[in-house]
């Protein structure tokens, strides 16, 4: 490349880079994808090594620079970095708005009101709009220089956007990371093996905190600017105005900032950023209000170490100590066992909490959760409140560790655990009482024993009024027992006892689905009856049988062997086949041969005469297969009236393409 076209290409792709990185973290638009932001900034940092005359610390590959440091060097705040004072309650909050009238002599005041964010406090110098030095809090008066930290955050700008820059700008604000970054930051650190972050604002402190600016640069770190603490340039007339200005040199500020007045527009602000609160990207600990105008600000001055201008009106705490007093294993609808850690009664994010999800084992196990801890309990909205990590320090010499049961604490069945997964459950599945309704309405469901009128509502009402149990008790209803529930006309009991008694015809496919064997979808089942032949043939099949069956793999081989091992569920079926349910048996299928045996078929749109389920079933029933989207492996595509996209798509992939008719045909031979 000749030297102008090098010069230019490199300082085009250093703007260009910049100009993404102020729309990803400074208006939240990105405008290309992130594999194309990869390339350019490959493409720069070649250059740039191929012609290391022309490096500059300003350029975006310049955010991760040298050796990791001994320690931090000590910065003096030129302007003491102070902390705002903080109102719990609206009487606070009444007094402050009241003392800043009296203050400014005026009936209203004006406010920039704005989030209060969860994170650490820096300070940012530029000079000339280069980024020179960045420090944290501190004691507000001496803090640490994390210049090379911070340059590692590409949501701080290293230069200025614009024009005129003022000689000296020091910019306040708050670094923190976004809670969906927070989680995937968790989830490497857990990959890794290493201890995970109890929360955003921790992970944020750490990564902030290393020596070695390559490993901050591998953290999610985000900056946003809430003031200015000294300017060489005039500033503008209003708080809101210096934001504005701030966002447009390319600092990102809080999007959720707002100007009000008045103490009604401080409640009305802090209730809306309440209610909003969950729905945020990062974490608040509450809002911050400020006198808007910057003159205002001055003649209200400080008292002690806080200014009078402002204040931090904080949402109750998400986050508190309390101790584990047991931990107790609850059983979800679909068997899951999980650990619950009984709490002594603590007050967080607004309500009194006494009970803690613990998830899993795994996570008993990597938080190191012991009966008798202190821990500390995080409560999000709506979500259930969790405990995010153990004071061990606080550990009693009797805290015990939990163990979970062999047996469900429900129905006593055996409690099961594939070696590869996270979640123990109850393997009776057709017996327990947790397990029930879920059970119920899958045997009920309509393909698989397709009792039609069995639906949630009704089941629910069974289930509370201890009339089923399990799904041998459904054929021992009778009008008397269906006509007193809740909005059970006669002729609607009489319609769903029809429809049980006619269930009771069924196939093997259908049974054996209708048991909700965990793993065992319609295609193992029908798979299943096909190999077996028999019932009794599949409950007494071993892994090594099973694995014979086409598509069954060990998981699925072992969730069966499970299952039919578990007496409870051995009880339901022999109840079952009592209640005279009965099919086709047979012996072990031959090997069928038809012209649709390992066929994969797609169908689409209206066929004229079959129903998608009966060509469904008509496919599945010769030893075809039927997939729900067109791929590479599918065979053919059955196309009937108004096919959409899947019709398409088999054209451009050049799949066979047959009709009803067609489809019929082939059946046949
Ligand atoms: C936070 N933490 O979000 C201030 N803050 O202003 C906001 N903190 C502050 N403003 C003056 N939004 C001192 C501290």
Redesign the pocket.
Known sequence: MAADALLERVAALRSEIERHNQAYYVHDQPIIPDAEYDRLFRELQQLEAEHPELSSPDSPTQRVGGAPLAEFSQVTHGVPM???NNAFAEEEVAAFDRRCREGLGVEVVDYAV????DGL?ITLIYENGIFTCGATRGDGYTGEDVTLNLRTVRSIPLRLSGTAQPEHLEV?G?VLIFRRDFEKLNQQQRAAGLKEFANPRNAAAGSLRQLDPKITAQRPLRFFA??VAASSAPLPETHAALMAQLHSRGLPVAEEAAAVSGLSGLLDYYARIGAARDSLAYDIDGV?Y?VNRLADQQKLGFVARA?RF?IAHKFPAQEALTTVEAIEVQVGRTGALTPVARLAPVFVGGVTVTNATLHNEDEVRRKDVRIGDTVSVRRAGDVIPEVAAVVLEKRPGNAREFVMPATCPVCGSQVEKPADEAIARCSGGLYCPAQRKQALLHFASRRAMDIEGLGDKLVEQLVDHDIIKTPADIYRLDLGKLVNLERMAEKSAGNILVAIVQSKQTTLARFVYALGIRNVGEATAKDLARHFGSLDALIGAGEADLLQVSDVGPVVAASIVRFFAEPHNLEVIAALRGAGLAWQEGEAAAVVSSAVVGKTFVLTGTLPTLSRDQAKDMIEALGGKVAGSVSGKTDYVVAGAAAGSKLEKAQQLGISILDEAQLLEMLKT
């Open positions: 102070l902390s705002l704005e989030p209060k964010f406090a306040r708050e809430y003031g911050v400020k200014p402002g």
